[in-house]
C-alpha cells in the first residue's frame, strides 16, 4: 500500500508559477512509477505528467501532456519519497485539482492512463485568475 498527499496548491496570477509536492509512504518508493492528473468542474480526469525511476537515465524518464508540454516539469526525490510538479507559465485554464498518482512499475513504459494507477492522493486545488 502506497499513502499519497499532495500540498502546494493555492491560488495565482495567470503567467505565475507554483510547485506542487506529494509525500508517498512506503520503503520501496523508487520502485513505483508516478504521474500527476487534474479535473476541472465539470471535465474528465486529464494526464499532465508521469515519471518513472531509470538507472540509465538521470532523473527518470518522464512524460507530458500536451497541454502542459514546455511549462510544466515533473521530478522526484527518492531519498525524500516525494514527486513534484512545477508549474510556469500558469493559464487560466490550469485551474483545476490536481492528483498525484502511484504505481508498482513495470519495465521502462511512462504511465498515462488514470486506470493504470492504484494509488491516488486527495487532490489539491490550484486556481489561476486572469
Known amino acids: 500500500q502506497v499513502q499519497l498527499v499532495e500540498s502546494g496548491g493555492g491560488l495565482v496570477q495567470a503567467g505565475g508559477s507554483l510547485r506542487l509536492s506529494c509525500a508517498a509512504s512506503?520503503?520501496?518508493?523508487?520502485?513505483?512509477?508516478l504521474g500527476w492528473f487534474r479535473q476541472a468542474p465539470g471535465k474528465q480526469r486529464e494526464f499532465v505528467a508521469a515519471?518513472?525511476?531509470?538507472?540509465?537515465?538521470?532523473?527518470?524518464?518522464?512524460d507530458y501532456g500536451d497541454s502542459v508540454k514546455g511549462r510544466f516539469t515533473i521530478s522526484r526525490d527518492n531519498a525524500k519519497n516525494r514527486v513534484y510538479l512545477y508549474m510556469n507559465s500558469l493559464k487560466p485554464e490550469d485551474t483545476a485539482v490536481y492528483y498525484c498518482?502511484?504505481?508498482?512499475?513495470?519495465?521502462?513504459?511512462?504511465?498515462?492512463?488514470?486506470?493504470?494507477?492504484?494509488?491516488w492522493g486527495q487532490g489539491t486545488q490550484v486556481t489561476v485568475s486572469s
Open positions: 498518482a502511484a504505481v508498482r512499475q513495470v519495465g521502462y513504459s511512462v504511465y498515462t492512463k488514470q486506470n493504470e494507477y492504484d494509488f
Open positions: 512506503g520503503r520501496t518508493f523508487s520502485s513505483y512509477a
Open positions: 515519471i518513472i525511476t531509470s538507472g540509465g537515465t538521470s532523473g527518470g524518464i518522464t
